[in-house]
């Protein structure tokens, strides 16, 4: 909400000029509306935009139909009587120069009026609490303004008798899954995908639901998101277009914010891929993108919803990078089906491990995630930090339920895995005491591989071993003695016994 003296002041600068006399400077104007002359209907509003009318008496006409209480208007100045109709009717005229165009205009009358205040520059600030804050003021009700997967974009500030279910979205910064069920089932979300009007939706005690009246954001046929108010019935009237008008400016300043990002993530994302796949110009890449000149974590991520695999690696991506860089710990890329996050981190992976968790938890119940974090490294050294997390990243993928793999934690069993992998790939020796004592396994019935391995693993202890394999320490001693008659095994030298961890380790 802004007065009409804000506005005229602010126009000013743009070499806007006032025609008519004004009744009261000091009126609050809290609606905008554009003249659509393709559109038959009547739109009702504060502050009308004339665009594409070039005489300002066509405007007053327009304003007056429109209860008005200021037009803008790209136009020459006509004679007395048309202003002295402006006038009568209490619509103060506003001529715009012809060299300012409608976009900067919109841009700043859409953000004084419906966001509250103006930036230094004069245009309207990307603030959309105090756009909720307008609306609500506007429909006397809580405003919640929500994207299109029911995550909370911004809320206005008054919360007294605020009902459970609101509280719980604020808290939660989405939608809980009960109500958004109870909305699915309703036809709620359909309703929003198919039409442009308001719906109001029942109240539901079970669920701590008051009414609501919910309108769709839209960008053409686009459905970006939705407006909600809190209310005990239907809008009507004024209010109702309040909010129809409300969810017009959320629509621009949403469409605003989605091109912006859009080209940081781009930016970012290229960026990202240097550092990742090793650049000469590290340090530099580093400064670009904004990142302390510290020491960092490669985090990898991946995700699965039901079959929709690459919607949800991309609800992943959108949470990663959302908000600006600056107020964003890392920075991310998305790479086939892995995003790839550059978190300046220490010797300690706590931090690491606080934001994948922090960042799952803002997703949809039925996302699941698998993350690995990489060794801490030095800018030059990523390439090394993207292949420990993508390691890691496939052990945690084989362990659902668990937390996300740290290389800290988990090298002994990246190195096994890096074992493995070469002996999958032909690099294991085809002959040798593991291969034969494997093959008299296959053959005999016999636990001599098992064994060995207890026995390695309990350094020789035979006790410790007959307890991991459950039987007496004589059959421990009985089967080594049969092995060393079957194989040359030579368990007195060191290199032979690290020989046969690492070839049992690569078997398993």
């Known amino acids: 909400m802004v007065t009409l003296d804000r506005l005229i002041n602010v126009l000013g600068g743009y070499g806007v000029r006032s025609w008519a006399r004004v009744p009261s400077r000091d009126t609050e104007l809290h609606s905008v509306v554009v003249h659509d002359p393709a559109d038959s209907g009547t739109p009702v509003g504060d502050v009308l935009l004339a665009v594409g009318v070039r005489d300002a008496r066509d405007a007053v006409d327009l304003a007056v139909a429109a209860q008005a209480t200021v037009v803008l208007v790209h136009g020459s100045v006509t004679g007395d009587a048309t202003r002295v109709r402006a006038e009568s009717h209490g619509v103060a005229v506003l001529l715009v120069d012809p060299a300012v165009s409608w976009s900067k205009i919109c841009g700043v009358v859409y953000g004084l009026v419906l966001e509250g205040r103006e930036t230094g520059s004069g245009r309207g600030p990307s603030d959309l609490f105090a756009l909720a804050d307008a609306i609500a003021g506007t429909v006397g009700g809580q405003v919640t303004v929500e994207d299109r997967l029911s995550r909370v974009v911004a809320y206005s500030s008054l919360q007294q008798d605020a009902d459970p279910a609101r509280l719980d979205t604020i808290l939660g910064r989405r939608v809980s899954e009960p109500v958004r069920r109870l909305f699915s089932e309703r036809g709620v979300f359909r309703h929003l995908g198919t039409s442009e009007e308001p719906l109001f939706v029942a109240p539901s005690p079970e669920h701590g639901l008051r009414g609501r009246m919910v309108a769709g954001v839209r960008a053409g046929r686009e459905l970006l998101g939705s407006v909600w108010v809190t209310c005990d019935e239907p809008l009507a009237g ?30 970012e994302s290229e960026l990202v891929v240097q550092l990742l796949e090793g650049t000469p110009e590290a340090a530099s890449v580093c400064s670009k993108l904004g990142l302390p000149p510290e020491t960092f974590r490669v985090v990898a991520m991946q995700a699965h919803a039901d079959d929709e695999r690459h919607a949800a690696v991309l609800l992943v991506y959108d949470r990663a990078t959302t908000g600006f860089g600056w107020s964003r710990p890392g920075r991310s890329t998305l790479f086939g089906n892995t995003v790839y996050t550059v978190l300046p981190c220490g010797d300690d992976p706590t931090p690491a491990r606080t ?52 290389y800290d934690a988990a090298w002994s069993d990246i190195l096994l895995q890096r074992l493995r992998t070469a002996a999958g ?76 961890v690492i070839a049992l380790a690569a078997v398993e």
């Open 238 to 267: 004024r209010r109702l277009r309040a909010l129809k008008d409300g969810a017009e400016a959320v629509a621009l300043h949403l469409l605003r914010f989605r091109v912006s990002a859009d080209l940081e993530r781009q930016v």
């Open 355 to 406: 934001w994948v968790h922090d960042l799952v938890r803002d997703l949809p119940e039925h996302v699941t995630v698998s993350a690995g974090i990489g060794g801490v490294c030095e800018v030059t050294q990523l390439p090394a930090g993207r292949q420990e997390a993508d390691e890691c990243l496939a052990l945690h993928v084989t362990r659902p339920g668990a937390g996300p793999v740290d």
């Open 425 to 500: 790939s032909g690099r294991q020796p085809r002959r040798g005491p593991i291969v034969e004592l494997a093959a008299h396994d296959a053959a005999h019935n016999t636990r001599y591989v098992a064994t060995l391995r207890a026995w390695l693993e309990a350094q020789g202890d035979l006790g410790a071993a007959a307890a991991a394999l459950d039987v007496h320490p004589n059959t421990v001693r009985y089967r080594m003695r049969r092995m060393s008659e079957l194989v040359r095994l030579r368990l007195d030298d060191p290199k032979t016994r690290l020989a046969l």
